[in-house]
């Protein structure tokens, strides 16, 4: 599976809108970008994912470039809630495992 | 959708001995995972606990130190033998559900070695 690469961290004021990148320049045209978070020590929590076409869903919005070798996260109105260590990663179709990166700590801000 | 228990949420144990870690599902699923995520870092896949045969180990996971049992669709667990303080994390549970495309996880086992 294709290698991602993100910022350690990003800060956020609450209610704007907050957008991380991730870059992913090796995907192969039959691998999926899937975004997870993990608030605190908790498992893991599925948010958003794509192939090619721009995805929207309650949580947030995923924007994937035409050539696919990055894709941004969109959290439209950050809260404090969201405050959290975001994971992009790269699935490839027909495999089931999923290899976490080292993720973006978002600081949502007052 | 699934709901994952795991079971126990959090321990502390001597060294040298052996903890199990159970993880219920409540539907049958293909696939399970075990992942350990050490204080302050990511998740690092274990291990693929397979149905009716072996689990399937990742680099630099040996089953003589994680052994795993999957002794039907809906349950697995997941042994950390015997422990030294390198084996304190957080060990997680995690299921596919391929109709879903999604990766669903359990709350996960703190485990603390002293």
């Known amino acids: 599976d294709a290698k991602t690469t993100q910022p350690t961290s990003m800060d956020c004021a609450e209610g704007r809108a907050a957008n991380l990148p991730c870059n992913h320049s090796t995907i192969s045209g039959n691998e999926y970008v899937y975004w997870y978070r993990q608030i605190h020590s908790q498992g893991p929590q599925y948010i958003i994912h794509g192939l090619k076409n721009n995805e929207t869903n309650e949580m947030a919005s995923l924007i994937i470039t035409e050539d696919r070798k990055s894709s941004t996260l969109i959290l439209p109105h950050a809260t404090l809630r969201d405050t959290a260590v975001y994971y992009c990663?790269?699935?490839?179709?027909?495999?089931?495992?999923?290899?976490f990166g080292s993720g973006t700590k978002l600081n949502v801000k007052p | 959708s699934a709901v994952i228990s795991q079971k126990p949420s959090r321990d502390i144990c001597q060294r040298g001995t052996s903890l199990t870690i159970q993880c219920q599902v409540d539907s049958q699923v293909t696939m399970m995972f075990w992942y350990r995520q050490q204080p302050g870092q990511s998740l690092t896949l274990i291990a693929t606990?397979?149905?009716?045969?072996?689990?399937?180990?990742e680099s630099g996971f040996v089953i003589d130190k994680f052994p795993i049992s999957r002794p039907n669709l809906t349950f697995s667990t997941l042994t950390v033998s015997n422990m030294s303080p390198e084996d304190s994390s957080i060990y997680l549970c995690?299921?596919?559900?391929?109709?879903?495309?999604?990766?669903?996880f359990g709350s996960g086992t703190q485990l603390s070695v002293l």
């Open positions: 990663i790269v699935r490839g179709y027909n495999f089931n495992k999923f290899y």
């Open positions: 995690s299921v596919d559900i391929p109709s879903s495309e999604k990766l669903f």
């Open positions: 606990a397979n149905q009716g045969s072996e689990a399937t180990y």
